[in-house]
């Protein structure tokens, strides 16, 4: 046996998974299984089910609904990995794949459904997806003396030859694990265990007591050299001694001036160093319960009594005994509902908003959003599939390494060709001082903030002691001095996150997040406030953009695009609009490009320290425990950095706007042209797309065609003109989303009122455990939870949107009534607006007036012209329809 322990892998036919999950948990926890195998799950795609220190992965039936499927439920401390799914109409196959010390052994949950004519050749296309070495369990449907069933059927030969074609073993009992309920058949052996390249000697199998189903399950015994197994090690927990650690890191820390970029790099190591051997020091080990689900003990005595019973049922077949089983059943599954019940009431009596329950109440709300997902093999570039963890981080860290990278296909300007730009004189960079660090990392650092590579993340900041501080302040200084950024702070650790609605089999489908040092973050936070000012000063950012600067929002920029609309329509002219797309945007900017213009605007030791900083950064992926190898960054602003935002304004700063109306946020555009008929407002913006298009050519920019929009906005009735894109039509409209706004073509916004009423209807679907009639949490957490989660997916943009007629406006105020109703589970006769009185709610149409006033009087005082000039009426008043002037001020 060498190091290892039993590797125990049960499997059992649910019948049906989530009515069970109580039961299970209990199952789970009372035998201690590594891995349970599931049959007929009746889960669909979208289905969610969560145990606590299990990881699940299940496959479902081909037709997506509710019937079928297999599941295999594995704890988390085992290495694993997800493979693909086998489903067809004969057989729905969920496979993971264990890494043990003797190697990695697949093993797969099975459901075959009945009245299925299965032949030989479809158990071998089967059992040759599953490799050389697997232990396949689950329920068959087939039956054969050679697994101890009563008779032989047809199904069970064929299976029996495929087994002798690829040499496979059998694992079963022989004791009956399918028990029907219709007393006119007979029970027989149909779940049992197939396995290859695994001897027999390895693997005993038991059947053991029955769960909540039909069926019996099967424990299958394997032993093996040894499971490797996931070790969590945080760096510190809630027993930290922290004031330990700060007497500690005072008593070790040396001042010393620092001479050299390489002194620097070597100051900066030790003393990350010295805090992370600290903080381990100050922090005691703490238990990771595994379980979070306790069981009664009158449940547990029921379950005990209905094993007990059915195990009589078993032996006896009489009919009293069957009579005695089901009256446990039900009062069994009276008393887990029960249970369910009072333990959701007193969860949701618990929950609160405020530090002392660690806010439970928030913590509840972030459950629903995050759904984990698993991620299931990733396809390489030669069509072969990346299973392991380690494999998969190198697909994604190649597939990276070609986003990281300027657009190869666009030659660019040659800068050496170009004129040099006027260099500005050096400028002294003021240095940071103790105490404003110190108020920075008390007041700005967020605590919760993911950590890079030296996992210090904000907690541990807060915690440093006044040496520590002074130690940064010194190298913090001498980078800003010498316009020198570390090496060891150019390292990005990238983990990925599967995007919604895309196929997960692909690279490309997921969304890499950056965590960088919470450390260099922190100097980038006070240069920004040396490097803004220069900005100001010198107009650097334009007018028209929006995007990552104070007091700028996206309405103000739908503003803007709604108000030149809306004066054309008054003026009986046409709006054609493009809304462009920029493909991988902050990615591919163009370092060279950027330096050279940067050289214009900023002092020359000003360019040095962000020449610095962009360049030979580095990236490795982590996927699970594992770790790509480092890559070098081409091209792009570092993701999730504070600089990163500002640098891609300054490389689009010189856009052209020669159009009517040029508005950007951040890497959205959207340019628009009038004219008195589509003909004339057509020519104005292709010219204007061109202008577009030969900047995006010299700065090596690439556009998304399919991505983008084209839109006419008029009353009148018109045949389509296209835009061209290098001789391709741009896709058209008649309605854009810009900034989150659905804009139609005659500004009636019934399009976005009903997508924010579905958006509305979904959330609330997904929130009705805590906001619903029968739900106890209180009144005052439901309003909470009502005004931080539901209604802010209307009041976006409410100001602009407000404009529509009654009858569209009604859709929203009829939701806030059902919710406010359901609620404080009004009675019929109640008034809705007794309700919004009682719970003090404004109504919708209340809740814009005010909203759109106190907009009003912020544009009125912008720091922006082009804002501002959104505060004057409409010159022409021909039509008779609501301004979003109208809504604050009155018509």
């Not at 795609?45 to 220190?53: E, M």
């Not at 381990?280 to 009664?296: A, E, F, G």
């Not at 570092?638 to 109306?661: A, H, N």
């Not at 906005?713 to 835009?723: D, E, G, H, L, S």
Request: net charge positive; hydrophobic share 35%; charged share 25%.
């Amino acid at each position: 046996m060498g190091r290892s322990k039993m590797l125990k892998i049960i499997t059992w036919n649910v019948d049906g998974i989530l009515e069970k999950r109580m039961v299970v948990t209990d199952f789970l926890k009372e035998t201690d299984a590594d891995i349970l195998l599931v049959s007929e799950t009746h889960l669909k795609f979208d289905s969610f089910l969560k145990i606590p220190g299990y990881a699940i992965y299940h496959t479902t039936h081909p037709a997506g609904t509710a019937r079928g499927g297999a599941a295999v439920i594995i704890k988390l401390k085992i290495q694993h990995y997800l493979d693909m799914p086998y489903k067809n109409s004969k057989f729905q196959v969920a496979s993971i794949t264990v890494k043990t010390y003797m190697g990695d052994i697949r093993v797969a949950s099975l459901y075959s459904p009945p009245n299925n004519r299965i032949k030989k050749d479809d158990y071998i296309s089967l059992f040759e997806t599953l490799g050389p070495r697997f232990i396949i369990g689950g329920d068959f449907n087939a039956k054969h003396k050679l697994w101890g069933s009563r008779k032989t059927l047809t199904k069970g030969k064929e299976l029996e030859k495929a087994s002798i074609d690829l040499k496979l073993n059998f694992h079963s009992q022989g004791y009956p694990t399918s028990w029907p309920k219709d007393r006119r058949k007979k029970p027989d052996v149909i779940d049992f265990f197939v396995s290859k390249g695994i001897s027999i000697n390895c693997c005993d199998t038991y059947a053991i007591g029955d769960l909540s189903s039909d069926h019996i399950p099967v424990l299958l015994m394997l032993s093996s050299s040894g499971l490797l197994r996931i070790k969590n090690s945080p760096l510190f927990n809630e027993k930290t001694d922290w004031k330990q650690f700060r007497d500690k890191l005072n008593s070790i820390i040396t001042e010393n001036a620092i001479l050299s970029n390489e002194q620097c790099e070597n100051e900066i190591q030790l003393l990350a160093l010295q805090i992370q051997n600290i903080v381990k020091s100050c922090t005691p080990p703490t238990k990771t319960m595994l379980y979070s689900l306790k069981i009664p003990k009158d449940v547990r005595e029921l379950i005990r009594q209905r094993r007990k019973a059915r195990a009589t049922w078993h032996s006896t077949r009489y009919p009293g005994d069957k009579t005695i089983l089901n009256k446990i059943n039900k009062k069994l599954n009276s008393l887990l509902w029960n249970y369910k019940h009072e333990s959701t009431k007193k969860f949701l009596k618990g929950l609160n908003n405020k530090p002392g329950t660690d806010y439970s109440l928030w913590k509840a709300i972030r459950y629903l959003k995050n759904t984990p997902v698993h991620c299931p093999p990733i396809r390489k570039k030669n069509g072969d599939w990346a299973k392991t963890e380690i494999e998969k981080a190198e697909v994604f860290s190649e597939h990276l390494a070609s986003v990281f990278a300027p657009n190869e296909d666009i030659p660019g300007l040659n800068l050496e060709q170009l004129e040099k730009p006027r260099e500005i004189a050096k400028e002294k960079i003021a240095p940071i001082t103790h105490d404003e660090l110190f108020k920075e990392i008390k007041y700005k650092v967020k605590r919760r903030k993911a950590p890079g590579r030296d996992q210090i993340g904000g907690e541990i900041l807060k915690h440093l002691p006044g040496n520590a501080i002074t130690k940064l302040c010194s190298i913090f200084n001498y980078m800003l001095e010498k316009s020198y950024f570390p090496k060891v702070w150019k390292e990005a650790e990238i983990i990925l996150i599967p995007k919604t609605g895309k196929d997960h089999n692909e690279p490309s489908s997921h969304r890499p997040i950056s965590l960088l040092s919470v450390i260099s973050k922190l100097w980038e936070r006070l240069y920004l406030k040396r490097l803004k000012p220069i900005l100001l000063e010198n107009n650097a950012i334009p007018n028209h953009q929006f995007g990552f600067r104070e007091r700028h929002s996206t309405t103000q920029q739908v503003h803007r695009v709604i108000d030149l609309i809306e004066k054309t329509l008054e003026e009986k002219g046409v709006t054609a609009a493009i809304f462009l797309d920029i493909q991988m945007a902050f990615d591919r900017v163009w370092h060279q490009g950027l330096i050279f213009k940067l050289k214009s605007i900023l002092p020359t030791n000003h360019c040095d320290l962000i020449n610095s900083y962009l360049s030979n950064r580095q990236f490795r992926v982590r996927y699970g425990s594992a770790y790509s190898e480092f890559k070098t960054i081409l091209a792009g602003v570092p993701q999730g950095s504070v600089l990163g935002p500002i640098l891609y304004l300054l490389f689009t700063r010189d856009v052209p706007e020669s159009g009517k109306l040029l508005g950007t946020f951040a890497d959205d555009i959207a340019a628009l042209e009038t004219g008195r008929d589509l003909p004339e407002a057509t020519v104005k913006l292709q010219n204007t797309v061109d202008e577009v298009v030969n900047w995006t050519k010299d700065w090596r920019v690439a556009l998304s065609n399919p991505k983008s929009v084209h839109t006419i906005f008029t009353n009148k009735k018109i045949n389509y003109i296209p835009i061209l894109i290098e001789n391709k039509p741009v896709p058209y409209s008649d309605t854009a989303k810009y900034l989150g706004v659905t804009i139609d073509r005659k500004l009636i916004w019934k399009q976005h009122i009903k997508n924010k009423r579905e958006q509305l209807n979904a959330k609330y679907r997904q929130m009705y455990w805590l906001l619903g009639r029968n739900s106890a949490l209180s009144i005052a957490n439901k309003v909470l939870l009502y005004k931080q989660v539901l209604r802010p997916v209307w009041t976006y943009a409410c100001e602009l949107w407000g404009c529509t007629k009654p009858s569209n406006r009604y859709l929203i105020e009829s939701f806030q009534a059902k919710v406010l109703r359901s609620m404080v589970d009004a009675p019929w006769f109640t008034t809705n607006q007794s309700i919004r009185e009682e719970l003090e709610i404004e109504s919708v149409s209340d809740y814009i007036k005010n909203a759109s006033y106190k907009y009003y009087n912020k544009l009125e005082i912008h720091s922006n012209p082009l804002a501002r000039e959104l505060t004057t009426d409409v010159p022409v008043r021909r039509l008779k329809r609501t301004k979003p002037r109208d809504l604050a001020f009155g018509v």
